[in-house]
Every structure is written in C-alpha cells, then in structure tokens.
C-alpha cells in the first residue's frame, strides 16, 4: 500500500497547481489508435460552429481514494499480520530485518492478542472502513446525484 501511495504522489506532484492541492490538467491515457481518434474528432469539432468548452475552463475532477493497512481478522492471525508488518520494508527499515521481524513478531503477538481480544476477537478497520464507504456514497449521492462513484471493499 505504501508503494501505490507513493507512486500516486508522484504522478500528482508534477501536475499540482503550486500552493494549491488542484492538478492543472487532466489526464489522458490512450493507445495510438484512440489518439488518432480523438485528433480527427478534435479537428472535426474546430471546424463545427458550435461553441466549445476548453478543457482549462473546465472545473477540476475530483476522486476520493480511501485506503486502510488491514488488519488480523482473529487471534489465530495476529503473528502472519505483525511479521508482514514488520517485513515490510515500505514501513519500516530495520537492521538485519529478515532476521528480525520473525523475532519481533513472536515476542509481539502474546501481547498484540490480548489487544485485540478486548475488543471483540480482531480488527475491526475492515468494518468501520466498509461503514464509511458507505456513508460517503450515500452522501454524494446526496449531494451529487448525477456523478459516478465505486465503492469495493476487499
């Protein structure tokens, strides 16, 4: 997950408007078949008299991108997820980390069980994160009925 939000920062930090969280111009990923496409129609409407709205006074698209690092669902899952956790060298870096982690992660899970056994047996970030999703849709919908949205739990 650490790695898609860096990727995604690095696409947006070129086209961010400076001072501002608005990107300039909007995206366009198209084969060359498609692009030919879109040049004859773009040539095909300069010609037409009808007025035209230029992509720069368009209003900037939004999108909501709700992302949670999980959780162990039961008991019996808590070690496999702190050793991932502790592996993975998008979190953290540690030294002599494959050796390490596996002997964190044990030591760690005794305590981490009972955690979480306190609160109902496992995570509940997969729930509230479900709940949400669904509030916000419910509310753009509200809000704006005529735009798209997707909304997929995993």
């Not at 947006?12 to 498609?34: F, I, K, M, N, Y």
């Not at 994160?129 to 997929?152: A, C, I, N, R, Y």
């Amino acid at each position: 997950m650490a790695a898609a939000l860096r990727a995604a920062a690095a696409l947006l930090r070129d086209r961010l408007v400076p001072g501002s969280s608005r990107v300039q111009q909007q995206w366009r990923c198209q084969s060359g078949a498609a692009a030919a496409a879109t040049a004859t129609e773009t040539a095909r409407q300069v010609k037409s008299t009808k007025p035209q709205v230029h992509p720069e006074k368009r209003k900037p698209k939004t999108g909501i991108l709700m992302l949670n690092m999980g959780g162990p669902e039961t008991l019996g899952d808590v070690h496999d997820f702190l050793l991932r956790l502790f592996l993975d060298r998008d979190l953290m870096t540690l030294p002599l980390q494959n050796k390490l982690a596996p002997i964190i992660a044990k030591r760690r899970t005794p305590r981490i069980q009972e955690q979480y056994r306190r609160i109902g047996g496992g995570s509940p970030i997969k729930m509230w994160t479900s709940k949400q999703g669904e509030g916000m849709v419910k509310l753009l919908d509200k809000m704006s009925p005529h735009t798209g949205w997707m909304f997929e739990s995993t």
